[in-house]
């Protein structure tokens, strides 16, 4: 046995602000200003504040390929998709959805939260599918709150949406090794988590600063920071700083396939994109059943 080597940060980049659809600011790093197979994209959206009936959201639309992850932290959003799938995202809430084959989904404001208006806050990550597995059969899971295991240990809260921490394994079934844990860092708190070798790793810190990887980079909000190889990545808090750091922390085996890619649609070539856009436009993805009642 050699001694594990502590990951290095290699890079760190500022998240691009943008506005996704009608209105919802988001903050993008990977797929925008950083690459990291095999995640697509990361988005981080608001926090944004709505007055009554001005929360907007993202109507029907397909995907096929990969997964989206969504994780709210604050506000109410409504799923639903073409696969007969619904349900509302409250705050602390995982969706893992896997496009696989083709699915259409909308993501809106859940109707007393759109109603009341209130804040938004959350990401959405995307995850690359291997061909393998590109067509496989679209699956929807919701994990509440309740039912998202949480690691606690010297001011570090661990929520584990997939992968394992501090001994604690998340609940998703993933197709392939994703590690995703949401950290809580109070000042002073440090910890570490061992990470395959071969395996892409970085964190992207959205309050407070912590400082990363064997070198100790100090990175602060709306920052990703991409690691280097090696078995283990290190966080710690300076005890200095006055607020705790919130840091989602990214980890997966690199695919390493070509990629073919077009809005909703991420293939390996541009004849598997072509075949999907013929397939949504035959309604071959199927479509969202009209809502039931007036609810
Ligand atoms: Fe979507």
């Known amino acids: 046995m050699t001694a594990p080597t502590v990951r290095s940060v290699e890079t760190v980049v500022d998240a691009r602000k943008g506005m996704e659809g009608a209105g919802l600011p988001i903050r993008r790093t990977l797929g925008a200003v950083i690459e990291m197979d095999p995640f697509l994209m990361l988005d981080h959206f608001g926090p944004v504040t709505w007055g009554p009936g001005q929360a907007s959201g993202v109507p029907d639309h397909p995907h096929r390929g990969f997964e989206t992850v969504t994780y709210i932290l604050d506000g109410r959003m409504e799923h639903r998709d073409s696969m007969g799938g619904g349900a509302v995202l409250n705050p602390g809430?995982?969706?893992?959805?896997?496009?696989?084959?083709?699915?259409v989904h909308s993501e809106m404001p859940e109707k007393a939260f759109l109603k009341q208006g209130g804040t938004l806050h959350g990401f959405q990550l995307w995850v690359n599918l291997p061909a393998r597995l590109?067509?496989?059969?679209?699956?929807?899971?919701?994990?509440?709150?309740?039912?998202?295991?949480?690691?606690?240990?010297?001011?570090?809260?661990?929520?584990?949406?997939?992968?394992?921490?501090?001994?604690?394994?998340?609940?998703?079934?993933?197709?392939t090794d994703i590690t995703y844990i949401h950290y809580t860092l109070q000042p002073g708190a440090s910890t570490r988590l061992d990470?395959?070798?071969?395996?892409?790793?970085?964190?992207?810190?959205?309050?407070?600063?912590?400082?990363?990887?064997?070198?100790?980079?100090?990175?602060?909000?709306?920052?990703?920071?991409?690691?280097?190889?090696?078995?283990?990545?290190?966080?710690?808090?300076?005890?200095?700083?006055?607020?705790?750091?919130?840091?989602?922390?990214?980890?997966?085996?690199?695919?390493?396939?070509?990629?073919?890619?077009?809005?909703?649609?991420?293939?390996?070539?541009?004849?598997?994109i072509r075949q999907a856009i013929r397939d949504y436009d035959a309604g071959r993805m199927g479509r969202i059943a009209p809502a039931v009642g007036a609810g």
């Open 93 to 103: 809430d995982v969706q893992w959805m896997t496009a696989g084959s083709g699915i």
């Open 134 to 175: 590109k067509m496989t059969e679209p699956r929807y899971q919701d994990l509440t709150a309740e039912q998202t295991p949480v690691a606690e240990a010297d001011g570090v809260l661990a929520r584990v949406v997939a992968g394992s921490a501090l001994g604690v394994r998340g609940a998703v079934a993933t197709h």
């Open 195 to 272: 990470i395959p070798a071969g395996h892409h790793a970085g964190a992207y810190v959205f309050g407070g600063r912590v400082k990363l990887g064997a070198q100790g980079v100090l990175t602060g909000e709306a920052q990703f920071a991409r690691f280097g190889d090696g078995d283990r990545v290190d966080l710690t808090v300076p005890e200095d700083q006055s607020t705790p750091a919130q840091v989602l922390l990214l980890a997966g085996r690199p695919i390493g396939e070509p990629i073919a890619r077009y809005g909703p649609f991420v293939m390996n070539t541009y004849d598997e």
